[in-house]
């Protein structure tokens, strides 16, 4: 993982504002949010992983499940992160077909590698479209 400075962090927005200025550069809700947080995902790469821009976000009013008109939250630090996965099958799985019916997916090779530096800069441009994207947003709806 490797954070990276932005003038985001620290900003409030409304969820919907960040949903709609974020989707058309290519951001998605990732699918490991909760209640009181959550992150919007940029994938840079997915070469032997994944690569992403992440956008973290804490929920200061409103809920996530489902959000409203509402729902408030503040941007934490942005950062790249590297989920490298397996390069063959999981070989420790002891289960048999029926529970392999519903876990499929092997484990990460490593949950967060070392972010690879020749996509550092790619991160940081996608970063700065992000905050342009916001700042237009944000001019629009005052």
Known sequence: MLTLESDLTNKFFVYHEM????GPIGFKLSDNWDYDHGYFDYK????????FLRLPVEVMGGFMDPPDESTMVKVKNPFLLYHQYQDSLD???REGNFRASFDQFQEPKNKDAEFPQEFVDAGREVLKEAEQALRTQRNKQY
């Open 91 to 93: 070989d420790h799985v």
């Open 44 to 51: 840079i790469d997915d070469q032997e992983g994944y690569l």
């Open 19 to 22: 949903e709609q200025a974020l």
